[in-house]
């Protein structure tokens, strides 16, 4: 038996006599509160996410069942050791309890029944399927997509322009984080201080879920992936308190397969020479349209997650050599210890059993530690063997844990997935720029915040990494009436992205423009060229946005130089009309009903318009050339004070509740567009009794 109790923001805080109680109750409450989301993510763990909302969710279907997701978590399911294996079935078996009591009449099922005219029964949950849920969280989540990329690169321009689109060292991959730590000598308090903000997409409901974990053995506030049971990214136990960010590796090896057809299967070329392909072949079920079928081939090194294409007498396709399915281990063993983590030498043990994707970790504790480590498990590759696809002949290596210890910051420590200057932890091919993280250590030291209300100045920080490499590009002497205007108003511009600013606006329309100019130009005609990976990789291959990224290097390139000053002067005569950068620049949540046709998506009411940019701390990012709508940026805001555990801060985009109509389903969201999180609250006497959970 437990106890749900609830703050002013509704979020739930659960205490319970013992682990297995309490693990049960998170599972039922996540159902109440969340239960059209869980189920989406069970489905897409399973890929029968088309039963659902229809032809919809066919991409995403058939990546699921070539990557295999459902059936490596049943055998992630089934190596975890007794403890874990007994805290994700509570936890199922809440959510089972919870999904028949409330969850299954969430409003979206039923819109969808109406819509097709039908009424989809859900199935009970089975006991892996939390780990599938952890599994989807990160299925797309490495570098294995940009890899692809690069072999498209290859392919329609020529290996060369891979480094020209990379920079050599930088990228801008779709993901990314901030975290920061300070120690003790720097703060109020004299106790550490860790704060920081996870960049996804802004999905709603939102991917995160503040919640309280309280039994006889710990009392944990944190963020939960809504699904999956404790709090394995960010999380204060009292004593000790972690958060994560990408460390960007290279954990995911990528295979070129040559394959052929034989009888009623296909054979592979691998380092013998020819060998059977397991071949799995299924139906996914498509709500309201034609069913599809699927055949899901793995090789030797991998699962085959691309389209089957012919290439000459053979066919070609890519394969992934994923750690969580080569081990049979989806890093559920860290979650429980890492509830009973008392210190940050406990954190980071906790985390000695994460897999993927790999993570910098700062944990840190109140007899004063504050620890760097970075977790997961990667293949030992050279960082040349890292570029591009492996020939499907290359030794296929098994995945292994990091094997560097942690180490100890004795005054502050910021992550944000920039290249590390550590060898040792140098495990990736192409990083973002080093500007989050520079810009970050220099609030750091300009602002000198000494306690979590300090910290608003750094979260709402808009100033752009990639302004001042556009700026250089501004031509001198006589331009146009409008060109020469555009380039006066913004030669003197600071570069903040603020919403209100009418040069943040101009700067915008006029990256826009050249991002066009510069994906149409002959010299890169050839990218537009089908990838032929399937269609759940376009995100990876949208011309604009990877232009967007190496903008200023592309005009450099010997083929554009010469057209570059004809098209940034164009762009700047079509850039002179924008107004603030907010007009434009304004949320855009994706919901799984927006593209289902007949459904209306709870996402019109959160057209707001934001400050920051995708390079900016304060992480909005869009895709120029696109749309200045901002579709990822920071999911959660958080600040972990060692001194007084009421004295941290957190926030989501949205809200508690994953119901439209519940008053906490955005409660959150003016305080998170102005970069403001909340206190928490950990004082029981402060809270609501909502219910007991386990009561029949």
């Known amino acids: 038996m437990a106890e749900v109790h609830r703050d002013h923001l509704g979020i739930p805080h659960i205490r319970a006599t013992d682990v297995r109680d309490l693990a049960a109750a998170q599972g039922e409450v996540t159902a109440r509160d969340r239960g059209w989301q869980i189920e989406v993510d069970r489905l897409r763990s ?27 978590a049943r055998r992630a399911f089934a190596h975890l050791d007794d403890a874990t294996r007994t805290f994700v079935g509570d936890y199922a078996d809440g959510v089972r309890r919870g999904m028949d009591a409330v969850g299954q009449r969430a409003a979206e099922f039923g819109a969808l029944d109406e ?64 975290a920061w730590a300070l120690h003790g000598s720097r703060t109020e308090s004299g106790m550490p201080l860790l704060a920081g903000d996870p960049h996804r997409i802004f999905e709603l409901p939102g991917v995160y879920q503040q919640i309280r974990l309280a039994c006889d053995e710990f009392d944990v506030i944190g963020f939960a992936f809504p699904g999956v049971p404790g709090v394995p990214h960010f999380g204060h136990t009292g004593s000790a308190a972690w958060g994560i960010t990408n460390a960007i590796a290279h954990s995911v090896d990528v295979f070129r397969e040559r394959l052929r057809a034989r009888d009623d299967g296909y054979e592979a070329f691998g380092i013998d020479g020819w060998e059977p392909v397991d071949v799995q072949r299924s139906v996914v079920r498509v709500r309201g349209g034609v069913d599809v079928e699927v055949e899901a081939l793995e090789t030797a090194r991998g699962c085959i997650v691309t389209d089957v294409r012919p290439h000459g007498d053979e066919l070609r396709a890519w394969s992934i050599r994923h750690p969580a399915r080569t081990n049979a281990d989806l890093g559920a063993a ?78 502050a420590a910021v992550d944000a997935n920039e290249r590390p200057s550590r060898v040792d932890i140098d495990l990736g091919w192409a990083y973002p720029s080093g500007h989050r993280a520079e810009r970050i250590a220099r609030l750091l030291d300009e602002v000198r915040p000494r306690r979590a209300t300090d910290l608003p100045e750094i979260w709402g920080d808009a100033v752009s990494g990639s302004a001042s490499a556009l700026l250089a590009l501004l031509p001198l002497g006589e331009l146009p009436g409008s060109a020469a205007e555009a380039r006066d108003l913004l030669a003197g511009w600071d570069g903040r992205m603020d919403a209100g600013s009418r040069e943040a606006g101009v700067l915008a329309a ?28 376009d995100p990876w291959m949208g011309i604009e946005g990877q232009v967007a990224a190496a903008l200023p290097r592309l005009l450099r390139h010997p083929l554009l130089r010469t057209d570059a000053g004809e098209m940034i002067e164009a762009a700047l005569g079509q850039a002179a009309t924008a107004i603030s950068w907010g007009a434009s620049h304004r949320m855009l949540p994706l919901h799984v009903l927006a593209d289902v046709s007949g459904v209306t998506a709870p996402g019109a009411g959160f057209d707001a318009g934001l400050s920051g940019d995708g390079d900016a701390v304060r992480c909005t990012g869009s895709t120029p050339g696109l749309t200045d709508r901002s579709w990822r940026g920071s999911v959660a805001r958080w600040a972990w004070d060692l001194a007084d555990r009421d004295a941290s801060l957190w926030s989501v985009p949205f809200g508690a509740s994953g119901d439209p109509d519940s008053p906490h389903f955005a409660d959150q969201f003016g305080g998170w567009v102005d970069a403001r999180p909340v206190p928490v609250v950990t004082d029981w006497r402060r809270l609501t009794i909502d219910r007991p959970t386990g009561a029949a």
């Open 46 to 72: 399973s890929g029968r996410l088309s039963e659902l909302i229809g032809e919809a969710g066919i991409v995403w279907d058939v990546f699921a069942r070539r990557a295999r997701l459902d059936d490596t």
């Open 115 to 178: 819509a097709f005219g039908d009424t989809r029964p859900l199935t009970p949950w089975e006991d892996h399927d939390p780990l599938g849920v952890l599994h989807v969280a990160h299925a797309l989540f490495s570098s294995f997509p940009n890899v692809l990329w690069r072999e498209h690169i290859a392919a329609t321009l020529g290996d060369d322009w891979i480094d020209v689109f990379a920079g050599g060292d930088e990228t801008t991959p779709t993901a990314g984080s901030n």
């Open 334 to 411: 860290t979650l429980l210890p890492l509830l009973r983590a008392r210190t940050a030498v406990d954190v980071v043990a906790a985390f000695a059993s994460w897999v993927d994707p790999v993570n910098r970790v700062l944990a840190a504790d109140r007899a004063g530690a504050v620890l760097s480590a970075t977790v997961g498990a990667v293949p030992q590759r050279d960082r040349r063997e890292r570029r591009r696809a492996l020939d499907s002949s290359a030794a296929a290596v098994a995945p292994d844990r990091v094997p560097v210890p942690a180490v100890a910051v004795s005054d």
């Open 510 to 537: 006029w990256r826009n423009a050249l991002v066009q100019a510069v994906s149409a130009h002959p010299a890169l005609v050839a990218l537009h060229a089908p990838h032929g990976f399937g269609a759940v990789f």
